[in-house]
């Protein structure tokens, strides 16, 4: 119990020493946006006129590691109806800074035309994500499992 305990303790520091990095990362970028939806922010750029969930993160982050799989089922399962995308921070810094991004993983929630809604920093549920749609006036319809894509 005691080793579990000092695990424990050292995944929190080692999250807390990550967040500071990132922090420090993207420190001196304004971010008008924040938590606040409606922002402004326009959604990287895509022909695709349907709305879109863009999760910043990097490849290494534990929390970040978790969403994968989220991510990819929504793609799946909302083809057509919903873009996912996920952008690496490690990889493409400037897309991160550009989006205003302060801390990772962060979803950003566009509608169809592109305009950021609202954003959530830290790792979301499946559940959550699609509550978060719902919520902002967007229903997402599931892909019809009988029919083949394109």
């Given at each position: ?128 994500i699609l509550k978060s749609f719902d ?16």
């Amino acid at each position: 119990m005691r080793n579990r305990g000092l695990f424990l303790s050292l995944v929190s520091a080692a999250f807390m020493i990550a967040g500071i990095l990132m922090m420090a990362l993207f420190a001196g970028q304004s971010n008008a946006a924040g938590q606040k939806s409606g922002t402004g922010h326009v959604a990287p750029s895509s022909t695709i006129k349907y709305p879109a969930l863009v999760d910043v993160g990097a490849k290494k982050c534990i929390p970040c590691k978790m969403m994968a799989p989220i991510l990819d089922e929504l793609s799946a399962e909302y083809a057509g109806t919903l873009r996912v995308e996920f952008i690496d921070v490690q990889t493409d810094p400037d897309k991160a800074m550009q989006l205003g991004v302060r801390g990772i993983p962060t979803q950003i929630f566009y509608d169809s035309k592109g305009k950021e809604l609202y954003r959530h920093i830290g790792f979301i549920s499946k559940e959550d994500i699609l509550k978060s749609f719902d919520r902002l006036g967007i229903k997402l319809v599931k892909k019809d499992p009988g029919k083949k894509s394109k």
